[in-house]
């Protein structure tokens, strides 16, 4: 009796809803990524053994190996803002552009004369440029004006954002302003230590030391 061949089917696998969804993951992450402005220090932190995490709301002061202070506010309004007063303390006037542009920025360590200067860079421009740091001297204590100005504005739009979240009867989550020191392995603890002081002579006795973290031996 002579072998029945069956019709053999050949299976195909419809890829477009894999495609559909390989396109709109890619537009998401273009959507909702935002670009990270280079920072104009590198620092080799030393390492610890801590898992606490960076906070959000923060104030960082970061130290390089020679000692040089550089500011940050990661609060983009809050920059802004500091900016605005420390202007005013130093009789200077920022057009809008330049406002936008510092609120986008990383740290900075350049005095107050520089400024305008610095904001006027761009990002490679930045990378190249020779920070001397934020002023700390007794004479003109720039860096302390940076923190107090910081701290002032940052409480002051979370108190408006609380009255506005109440009177629209929403809940409002304050996230309380943390104060960081990021200070290179190599810089010198007097350097560091200068820093502290403008901290504590601002009444702030509580901050985080950035630190890489370390696996170490398991404790029992």
Known sequence: ????????????????????????LVTFFMLTASVRMSEPVIVDTPGSHSEKLLPENVIMLTVDKKGKPFFNIS????????????????????????????????????????????????????????SPGVPLDSLDNQLSYWIRY????????AKQAQAKAKSLGHQFKDTPLRFAIKADGQANFLNVKDVIKVLTDNDIYVFNL???????????
Do not use: C, W
């Not at 910081?150 to 002051?156: I, L, P």
């Not at 890489?212 to 029992?220: A, Q």
């Open 150 to 157: 910081g701290h002032v504005q940052e409480r002051t739009l």
């Open 75 to 130: 609060n983009v309004e809050v920059r802004i803002k500091t900016l605005e007063q420390m202007g005013a303390q130093y009789q200077m006037t920022f057009t809008e552009k330049e406002k936008k542009a510092f609120g986008k920025m990383s740290s900075f360590g350049v005095p107050m004369k520089d400024l305008k200067k610095y904001i006027a860079l761009s990002e490679k421009e930045k990378e190249a440029y020779n």
């Open 1 to 24: 009796m002579p072998k029945i061949k069956l019709p053999r089917a050949n299976p195909s696998l419809d890829m477009t809803p894999m495609v559909d969804l390989a396109f709109l």
């Open 210 to 220: 950035i630190t890489n973290l370390e696996k170490g031996d398991e404790i029992n």
